[in-house]
């Protein structure tokens, strides 16, 4: 009657299936998105540490995911009032850089990636 547990399975309905997945402890439900912010304009070698260490101020930070082909990262921090501290700094005038290239920070917006609140189109040169 006591089997060995299936260690592959997850004890969690809500554990994510991919090890690699970090779950935010303190984040509920339907609040991810806001606990992150979107990332725009990241060099190409940065690393996660090097974009941890200018939001370090705003937060603890949960996970930094880099998709550096497509220079962007998406940061989660543990609680909503750490990413709308971000938000706040940037709307304020204060520019994050990495490896000194400023960055373009943006409300994340699940399924969106990023919505661009006070972010003009570039005008095209002809």
């Avoid at 609040?31 to 996660?48: D, E, H, L, R, S």
């Avoid at 960055?103 to 969106?112: I, Q």
Wanted: glycine share 8%.
């Amino acid at each position: 009657p006591n089997q060995p547990k299936n260690p592959n399975q997850p004890k969690n309905p809500n554990q994510p299936k991919n090890p690699n997945q970090q779950n935010s402890t303190n984040s509920k439900p339907g609040m991810i998105g806001k606990c992150k912010v979107f990332v725009a304009n990241v060099p190409t070698i940065a690393t996660a540490n090097d974009i941890k260490s200018p939001f370090m101020f705003c937060g603890a930070i949960v996970n930094i995911d880099v998709h550096s082909q497509k220079n962007i990262a998406f940061i989660e921090f543990n609680n909503e009032q750490s990413a709308s501290t971000v938000l706040t700094a940037v709307k304020g005038g204060v520019k994050f850089t990495v490896l000194g290239q400023t960055l373009g920070v943006y409300e994340y917006v699940p399924g969106k990636g990023s919505k661009p609140s006070n972010r003009h189109a570039p005008s095209s040169v002809v």
